[in-house]
């Protein structure tokens, strides 16, 4: 017999409670983190949200099409003995994001450069600067 866990500050009927509960619908934990971009005049600055992040977390790399690949993989483990060492309780937690940008063609790709500060990771993106050409012109007369 299993035992379910009941709220009575719920509303709805107990079994609307257990149809919508964890085994008829999955519930999922990912979530993505927020992410701007900025251009300005020296390319685009790209800011990832990375709350609890270090440097180690993070990869920032080219892949074979050139695309800007942004990831990051945390593990974290947590144990709690009682004095006999058996566990009182034991959680695991692992989260993993990546994202992919295509980059436009006038990205200096070898002067891209990455940094984790405050809880966001910064990717500097360099663009070549592209020649303003006048709108007017001379036209010859014959």
């Given at each position: 017999?299993?035992?379910?866990?009941?709220?009575?500050?719920?509303?709805?009927?107990?079994?609307?409670?257990?149809?919508?509960?964890?085994?008829w619908m999955?519930?999922?934990?990912?979530?993505?983190?927020?992410?701007?971009?900025?251009?300005?005049?020296?390319?685009?600055?790209?800011?990832?949200?990375?709350?609890?992040?270090?440097?180690e977390?993070?990869k920032?790399?080219?892949?074979?099409?050139?695309?800007?690949?942004?990831?990051?993989?945390?593990?974290?483990?947590?144990?709690?003995?009682?004095?006999?060492?058996?566990?009182?309780?034991?959680?695991?937690?692992?989260?993993?994001?990546?994202?992919?940008?295509?980059?436009?063609?006038?990205?200096?790709?070898?002067?891209?450069s990455?940094?984790?500060?405050?809880?966001?990771?910064?990717?500097?993106?360099?663009?070549?600067?592209?020649?303003?050409?006048?709108?007017?012109?001379q036209?010859?007369?014959?």
């Open positions: 017999m299993a035992i379910i866990r009941r709220s009575n500050n719920n509303w709805l009927p107990s079994v609307f409670n257990d149809f919508f509960g964890n085994e999955e519930q999922s934990n990912k979530s993505v983190p927020a992410i701007n971009i900025q251009q300005n005049d020296n390319g685009f600055t790209v800011e990832v949200a990375a709350p609890g992040m270090t440097r977390d993070c920032v790399r080219l892949d074979e099409s050139n695309n800007l690949v942004i990831e990051f993989e945390k593990k974290n483990q947590t144990e709690e003995k009682d004095q006999k060492g058996s566990y009182l309780r034991r959680e695991f937690s692992y989260a993993q994001f990546q994202r992919r940008m295509i980059l436009p063609d006038n990205v200096i790709k070898d002067q891209i990455a940094k984790v500060e405050n809880g966001v990771l910064t990717v500097e993106i360099p663009t070549v600067k592209e020649e303003v050409k006048p709108n007017t012109r036209i010859e007369i014959q």
